[in-house]
């Protein structure tokens, strides 16, 4: 008898190095974190491994010089406008520091009041109070600063991302701040937008609008550039700090990885479990407001039995309608055949209504991630049981 529905470990790994033999190093310790800690590894089982430890035994790493020689390229050294960056020091500080190097005059055009991923950058309660609408009204500096004064102080780190973004080039940096993607090109028709989820829809607004030099994020280290790491889906999207020199960029190269581990686990263990590479999960800060996903996607590579969405029944709908009148073993007997029976695509249904209905990887790949954390628990890798189980599975 079953006891338990999902459950989620983080395994502890040794500290991995460019050209470690990452398959097998996570395949062993997988197998022996079950013999030594007494627990049984399952056909179905999920195996999650964090993006950074692939970029890692990769070596894919790019320094400030390497992104802004191809910046350079692609745009010279004349005047360039970025807009929408996000507020981090993390994930994009260094960029700046890159962008700022590789052109003569920069106009960094923030969002406000707040970046794509819930970065604050002024309180939406103080636009309000002085009667601003983010969607029509543009500012320049100045007369951002006279209209908000000094209330850009991010509430967690503590950080004036103005003032810090500013410090990060050679007095050479102008801002502005619009929701409008097309008002930087009042200042300069040459523009990477920065911003991660909405970028496709970006460019075409600013290419439409007469953008002559026009890139994303993605467009940039799509190969290598005087040695550096490279990633031709992403390119500087997903990268964050590794020194204060070089950036650790999104792994590639990742649904080769992710197949051969899964090889490898079944070679040891004997046990067909999947595998997926995970990056930020996708959920949000109900307090602060911060969406976590500053990754391009949740997981860039995962095993067949990830791909679509859950099927799964809302079970208090039918046990309040279909079955109201039962309760105890009864009851239990009922709804397990009821979910024995269900069809194969719920999509539509009142019974699957209340059900999520996002990707298994995404979901999968947010549990990893809180699992895991972000700090200094020394699980990069995570293994998931029971996730496909339900009330009717016996064993």
């Avoid at 439409?208 to 026009?214: E, F, H, I, R, Y």
Wanted: proline content about 4%.
């Amino acid at each position: 008898m079953r006891y338990t529905g999902v459950t989620s470990r983080g395994i502890i790994m040794p500290i991995f190095k460019e050209g470690d033999d990452l398959v097998s190093l996570i395949a062993e310790n997988i197998v022996g974190a079950s013999r030594g800690e007494g627990f049984e590894l399952h056909d179905g089982d999920i195996v999650g491994v964090t993006e950074a430890v692939v970029a890692r035994t990769q070596g894919n790493y790019a320094t400030v010089e390497q992104i802004k020689a191809d910046l350079q390229a692609k745009f010279g050294d004349e005047e360039l406008g970025i807009v929408f960056p996000i507020l981090s020091r993390n994930r994009f500080a260094i960029l700046l520091r890159a962008i700022a190097a590789s052109t003569k005059k920069l106009y960094i055009q923030f969002s406000y009041p707040s970046d794509e991923v819930g970065n604050r950058l002024i309180e939406t309660d103080v636009v309000d109070a002085k009667g601003i609408n983010p969607f029509v009204s543009n500012f320049h500096e100045a007369s951002f600063r006279a209209t908000f004064g000094h209330e850009t102080v991010h509430r967690f780190t503590g950080v004036d991302y103005i003032e810090y973004y500013k410090s990060l080039g050679n007095g050479n940096i102008e801002v502005l701040f619009s929701n409008d993607p097309t008002y930087i090109l009042n200042y300069t028709k040459n523009v990477l937008n920065c911003d991660i989820h909405t970028r496709f829809r970006t460019q075409r607004i600013l290419k439409n609008a007469g953008a002559v030099k026009c890139y994303r994020m993605d467009e940039i280290l799509t190969e290598s550039v005087n040695g550096s790491g490279f990633n031709p889906e992403y390119g500087l999207l997903g990268s964050n700090k590794a020194t204060e020199e070089r950036v650790k960029l999104f792994p590639r190269d990742t649904q080769p990885f992710v197949d051969a581990l899964c090889a490898k686990l079944y070679e040891i263990s004997g046990k067909k479990m999947e595998v997926l590479v995970y990056g930020d999960g996708g959920f949000k800060d109900p307090v602060g407001g911060i969406w976590e996903l500053a990754d391009p996607v949740i997981s860039p590579a995962f095993t067949p039995r990830l791909a679509g969405t859950p099927n799964e029944l809302k079970m208090k709908y039918f046990a309040d309608n279909d079955f109201a009148d039962l309760s105890g073993e009864e009851l239990a007997a009922a709804m397990k055949e009821k979910i024995r029976q269900k069809d194969s695509d719920l999509v539509g249904t009142m019974e699957s209504q209340g059900t999520t209905p996002r990707r298994l990887t995404d979901l999968i790949g947010s549990l990893c991630d809180l699992t895991s954390g972000s700090g200094d628990r020394g699980t990069p890798v995570i293994l998931v049981q029971g996730y496909f189980s339900n009330f009717a599975t016996e064993d």
